[in-house]
């Protein structure tokens, strides 16, 4: 079975400060992994995926495959980062998405 | 491109009653994918569907809960005798089908509450 963990429901940082929301997985095979972000009142999006790796919005995710996490990072956060952040992960070969239950990340200024 | 459409956005029902959740994938797109957000909890996958074909149900209940994606028309999602426990928001999203590694657009979901 394919489990996504988010081991923090909410992260509070000051603006400027680092960013890093965790994120591990369970998944026997290859699977592809992706940060999803939601902001207040809009719908959830993509932010990025780990195949692409690109840095969006300043954010940056590395699959460690050895720890089977995928850690979201940002140096300097911002307040307009804050949002609803789900890490999800989709098995070798199949494209529907197991999220976890999400970290809310607020930055204050 | 307006997205992925939803409606209606809140649906009220008293127990006993049917739901129907409409999903209007962007355009272009073959594939639906239909999640469910309990309260506290990440969207857990329901069902995946092409136009015509169910392709993966794995998640839906297995009683009351059915969809489909006709030819012509949005995808529905059919709660037949509504319970408590099916409050939550519904969340659609679509793909072009061209590849596994697809990007998923989401729609604004719809919240069900069952009275």
């Known amino acids: 079975a394919q489990r996504v963990t988010q081991p923090e429901k909410l992260l509070s940082v000051f603006k400027g400060a680092p960013v890093e929301l965790k994120c591990n997985y369970s998944y026997s095979g290859s699977p592809e992994l992706f940060w999803y972000v939601q902001y207040s009142r809009q719908r959830l999006q993509l932010l990025l995926r780990h195949i692409s790796r690109e840095s969006i919005k300043g954010f940056t995710a590395d699959l460690n495959k050895g720890e089977t996490s995928f850690h979201l990072k940002k140096p300097f956060a911002q307040e307009e980062d804050s949002a609803m952040y789900y890490c999800?992960?989709?098995?070798?070969?199949?494209?529907?998405?197991?999220f976890g239950k999400g970290t809310m990340l607020l930055v204050s200024p | 491109n307006a997205g992925v459409m939803q409606n209606p956005r809140h649906l009220v029902r008293r127990r006993g009653q049917e739901a129907r959740l409409r999903c209007s994938p962007m355009?272009?797109?073959?594939?639906v994918y239909w999640y469910r957000q309990l309260p506290e909890e990440g969207l857990k996958f329901m069902v995946y569907?092409?136009?015509?074909?169910?392709?993966?149900e794995s998640g839906m209940p297995k009683e009351r809960f059915s969809a489909e994606f006709p030819k012509e028309g949005p995808s529905i999602l059919r709660i037949q005798q509504v319970v408590r426990g099916d409050s939550a928001a519904y969340f659609c999203?679509?793909?072009?089908?061209?590849?596994?590694?697809?990007?998923?657009?989401f729609g604004p979901g719809t919240r069900l509450t069952v009275l």
């Open positions: 569907l092409q136009k015509e074909n169910i392709i993966d």
């Open positions: 355009k272009g797109h073959s594939h």
């Open positions: 999203a679509s793909s072009p089908g061209t590849g596994l590694s697809d990007e998923q657009f």
């Open positions: 999800a992960l989709s098995g070798s070969g199949y494209s529907t998405l197991t």
